[in-house]
């Protein structure tokens, strides 16, 4: 008997260790919403989609993707639909002023800071309720301006290590249409990409930032929750480049609470 015992126990481990550890476990949840109510980016379909593969490929979240608002509530909700109880992140890549109700709005603020879920938001979601301070909070600021519209950008990685800029050198370039934000403050988030201010020009019409800090992706935490931005994004084929998509499943891992990183707000590097 503890010889079948003995070689049972061996036949069950052997089976574990040949099941990767995504089989063993449950697949988190994604809710991404590509809601506009503003400039539509074409780009916005490629992004979602690249999420989904992401997803499917890496074996550890599902995405549902929605056009609309309507899961972003804690009501019950009839016809099989999920409410933001079902969902473990939500990710906008939106414009505008979204068709959510007060109750929707203190749900999804209630999903990151009282439940400690993820969100996440991608290029133009800090165009996004302007009419909605609390949002903006949460985010960490809002669009103002792209004065060098769609350029070879020049990036300066500030933080190496956290797991969403492992992908990255220290510094590189990118052809994208990186923002400038108001109502952004280094006190309440971790900067993790910024534009080099020494290569680009700060005479170009509608730059406003007299402190030449220009952040391109950062992190916080808000409650018990975390928030993840990058404004990367705004070009069907930078979702396509291999490092943009490992810095979105990494991102995705650490606003789930997958894996550790640090979003101590700290002050921008003298470099």
Not at 137 to 163: R, S, T
Not at 186 to 211: E, H, N, S
Request: proline share 5%; net charge positive.
């Amino acid at each position: 008997m503890k010889r079948i015992l003995w070689r049972t126990s061996l036949v069950v481990l052997a089976v574990l260790l040949a099941t990767p550890l995504t089989a063993q476990t449950k697949k988190k949840k994604l809710l991404a919403i590509g809601a506009v109510k503003g400039f539509q980016h074409d780009s916005v379909s490629h992004a979602l989609g690249t999420l989904w593969k992401i997803g499917q490929e890496s074996g550890l979240y599902d995405t549902y993707i929605r056009t609309d608002t309507q899961l972003l509530t804690k009501k019950k909700l009839g016809g099989n639909a999920k409410n933001l109880d079902f969902f473990d992140a939500v990710f906008f890549y939106t414009t505008g002023e979204l068709d959510m109700d007060d109750e929707q709005k203190a749900a999804l603020l209630a999903f990151v800071r009282d439940d400690g879920k993820g969100f996440l938001g991608a290029h133009s979601a800090t165009d996004t309720f302007y009419k909605w301070p609390e949002y903006g909070d949460m985010i960490g600021g809002y669009f103002d301006l792209h004065p060098w519209n769609q350029f070879e950008a020049p990036i300066i990685v500030e933080d190496p290590d956290f797991p969403a800029m492992k992908p990255f050198p220290a510094r590189f370039t990118i052809y994208d249409e990186i923002y400038q934000f108001k109502d952004f403050s280094r006190q309440k988030v971790r900067v993790l990409m910024r534009l080099d201010a020494d290569k680009i020009d700060l005479t170009r019409k509608g730059v406003r930032r007299t402190d030449k800090d220009f952040a391109v992706t950062w992190v916080r935490t808000y409650g018990k929750g975390r928030v993840f931005y990058s404004s990367l994004g705004h070009r069907e084929d930078v979702w396509d480049r291999p490092d943009v998509q490992k810095m979105w499943l990494e991102a995705i891992k650490w606003a789930m609470g997958l894996i550790p990183g640090d979003a101590t707000p700290r002050p921008k590097p003298s470099d």
